[in-house]
């Protein structure tokens, strides 16, 4: 049985194509009006657990309720209770901003009057009002991404869900996107994302899982991850001479893990200051150092490996 909170709850949750396994029995509930995120390298099985909790795409093995439905006999029902903004824009370049609103509003049934006042909301808060005539192929890409954010919410959903939502933007732009939706988070909108971005799964997800291989292989808050799997602070070294590998070898006592890189090597510590200190005790001169906080990345790079998956 779900808890009474959970609008996405899954057990064994599978996804196959053929023999090719895609999710590999994941649990997981999403709570109403958190901002819940996936994290995983390419073909983790993210987008294919995503599409099934869309109900775009049949489950293939486990329980799955959305909204306490079950997307193989309430798909439709399902699909008009959540907002969907996908990672490239699907806008049509032949109608401006205000008339794409217009007709996406109308799919959903909604009537005329509500629309046009639903339009005016939304343009205001994703500050596009004054493009609201423009043409779509004339705005920035900033300005497409809001624009399909506010299509998204047209029909006022209990669950959004965001597949990479700043992809390709420009700091500035992306930090207009967090802002837009950390605020529905605080309306009590339920956010579900996916993002390669290490920085926006801090900022945005008050919890997220970490996927690879078509299992979930960590869960928990930020912070909590980082406790977890990674130590309070990163020492960066680097020599302008020598083996990174073999001068790692050299410091493995001096960090409670550490790693080689072909360009530094990286001591994970409690006090990078200190652990910096003992490098130069030892008689090594590194020709740039650095110390930082522990991050995301830390967590996920340890989790998911180094090596790139195509």
Excluded at 51 to 77: N, Q, Y
Aim: aromatic share 6%; proline share 5%.
């Amino acid at each position: 049985m779900p808890p009474t909170d959970s609008l996405i709850h899954a057990r064994d949750l599978r996804k196959s194509f053929g023999e090719f396994e895609a999710v590999r029995g994941i649990d997981l509930d999403v709570r109403r009006g958190e901002a819940f995120g996936f994290l995983g390298p390419n073909g983790a099985g993210k987008s294919s657990t995503m599409r099934m909790i869309c109900a775009v795409s049949p489950v293939s093995g486990g329980e799955l309720r959305i909204l306490g439905l079950d997307p193989a006999t309430d798909g439709p029902e399902i699909r008009a209770r959540i907002g969907v903004c996908p990672q490239d824009d699907t806008l049509d370049t032949e109608l401006n901003v205000w008339e794409n609103l217009f007709v996406y509003g109308r799919y959903f049934g909604l009537p005329r009057a509500v629309v046009r006042e639903r339009i005016d909301e939304l343009l205001d808060f994703v500050q596009l009002t004054e493009k609201a005539r423009a043409r779509v192929e004339d705005l920035s890409g900033g300005m497409r991404r809001r624009l399909t954010i506010a299509r998204s919410l047209i029909n006022r959903p209990e669950v959004l869900v965001l597949d990479e939502p700043t992809t390709g933007l420009d700091p500035q732009a992306r930090h207009v996107i967090w802002d837009r939706l950390f605020r529905l988070k605080q309306q009590g909108v339920t956010l579900l994302l996916t993002t390669h971005f290490m920085d926006e799964a801090e900022q945005l997800a008050s919890r997220l899982v970490v996927m690879d291989k078509g299992t979930i292989v960590a869960e928990g808050s930020p912070l909590e991850l980082i406790r977890a799997y990674s130590t309070r602070e990163v020492a960066e070294v680097r020599f302008e001479t020598g083996d990174h590998e073999e001068l790692a070898g050299k410091l493995e006592d001096l960090a409670d893990r550490v790693e080689a890189l072909p360009d530094r090597v990286l001591l994970y510590t409690d006090d990078g200051e200190a652990a910096l200190g003992a490098v130069h005790d030892r008689g090594l001169r590194p020709s740039a150092t650095l110390v930082r906080r522990s991050s995301l990345e830390d967590v996920f790079l340890r989790l998911t490996g180094r090596t790139l998956v195509d």
